[in-house]
């Protein structure tokens, strides 16, 4: 089974010598996504476990399976690194949890209410194992209406702006005491419950897409079909362009979530409905087929022309091959994810690159002034070496 599975990593991630990573990647892959005690085939432990950090499945893999067996996989010292990753990441979890503890109780003064969104809703929601999950950030959807009056009730409560620009679909990031970084949407980007504008606190509630309130918590969460739309946005489009977000952590949220197998065809429609605007039927039907291929270990995708091949493809490589990485940088102009029209998104990116942050560095007036009128200069050396590493990659394939 691995020796199949992996001739098929090894084409959709563009490793095509006998040198390549593939036994690592299968290994990791069947780790992360299917059933504990399958079969692996030998592997290099320092590789195995470098590659799971760089695709951010090392947690997800600790928590899945026995140190025991990890050991006998990958020896004491690859199996110590897992746990010490997952270790890391239930440290994350802990300050998210303190940081969210104070904005529920600043929600609580307000007397506004919020909804949980992305990692911490799949974790606090039953979803996924503790310690599974990196977490970067806290998401969290609040009326537009008390965005500002969050912003400065936070603020108030110790929280500090990180120097960031706000978006279309949230305001200027907050960080906690601790450095928790917490986004206060005002919209989920690209789930559009009517079809057209992204869905509001409001839209949820009206539509009944939100869970039962918890007699513990202040927080709620949505449903899971609009937590899995919202991952599907979010993988394939809003986040394309970052490539150091792993596009398999957020397949895993979708395993985790139950999609689509667990889900009733009415859901899986209102999932597809909901998002239409932004992604095609066949990306959809591409990430369905490799959750089930990868959930159930099965030895035939075909490669490389097929959807759900291309995806295991650029979400491996995006994360693993610098060329790949600087190509995705030109994603958020190709497609923005926006409720305006596409030619109004991509002038907003245009400026919001070329603006300065929103906070100085520091330094004279002279300093200030040499870093703005260099900031074009750096920008479109970037956008140079996007262009070049697509224009690479595109020939590498002919």
């Known amino acids: 089974m691995v020796d199949a599975r992996s001739a098929r990593f090894r084409s959709a991630t563009r490793a095509a010598d006998a040198d390549g990573p593939a036994a690592e990647l299968a290994w990791v892959l069947a780790r992360a996504f299917a059933e504990p005690g399958a079969a692996a085939a030998p592997i290099d432990s320092a590789a195995a476990v470098g590659l799971a950090r760089a695709l951010r499945l090392a947690p997800r893999i600790a928590s899945r399976h026995a140190a025991t067996a990890l050991e006998a996989e990958l020896g004491e010292g690859g199996a110590l690194e897992l746990r010490r990753l997952r270790a890391l990441a239930v440290a994350e979890e802990l300050r998210a949890d303190e940081a969210l503890a104070t904005v529920e109780a600043t929600g609580r003064d307000l007397g506004e209410p919020l909804v949980l969104l992305k990692g911490m809703a799949l974790r606090l929601g039953g979803w996924v194992l503790p310690g599974a999950r990196p977490a970067a950030d806290i998401d969290l959807l609040v009326a537009g209406r008390a965005l500002a009056a969050w912003t400065r009730a936070l603020l108030e409560a110790g929280f500090t702006p990180s120097g960031e620009r ?16 917490v986004e206060l949407h005002r919209a989920i980007p690209g789930v559009r419950l009517d079809g057209a504008r992204s869905a509001r606190l409001a839209d949820l509630a009206a539509r ?23 991952v599907l946005v979010h993988a394939i489009v809003q986040n394309a362009p970052a490539p150091s977000r792993s596009g398999l952590l957020w397949l895993a949220d979708l395993l985790d979530l139950g999609y689509p197998w667990t889900f009733t065809a009415e859901a899986t429609e209102r999932v597809a409905a909901w998002t239409g605007r932004d992604l095609a039927r066949e990306e959809l039907e591409g990430v369905s087929r490799l959750i ?14 097929e959807p759900a091949a291309a995806l295991l493809g650029r979400f491996v490589a995006a994360s693993t091959d610098p060329l790949v990485a600087a190509s995705l940088r030109l994603e958020g102009l190709r497609r923005p994810l926006s409720d305006a029209p596409a030619w109004i998104a991509r002038l907003r990116i245009l400026a919001r690159a070329f603006l300065p942050p929103a906070t100085g560095e520091g330094g004279g007036w002279s300093r200030r002034l040499g870093r703005a009128l260099a900031r074009p200069l750096r920008l479109l050396a970037r956008w140079r070496r996007a262009r070049r590493a697509a224009r690479d990659l595109a020939a590498g394939d002919r």
């Open 166 to 181: 706000g978006r279309e679909h949230h305001a200027p990031m907050l960080r906690s005491p601790h450095g928790v970084a």
């Open 292 to 305: 089930a291929w990868l959930r159930d270990g099965a030895e035939e995708i075909q490669a490389p022309g």
């Open 208 to 230: 009944g897409e939100l869970r039962p309130p918890s007699a513990r918590r202040q927080a709620r969460l949505p449903a899971a079909e609009v937590l899995a739309a919202h």
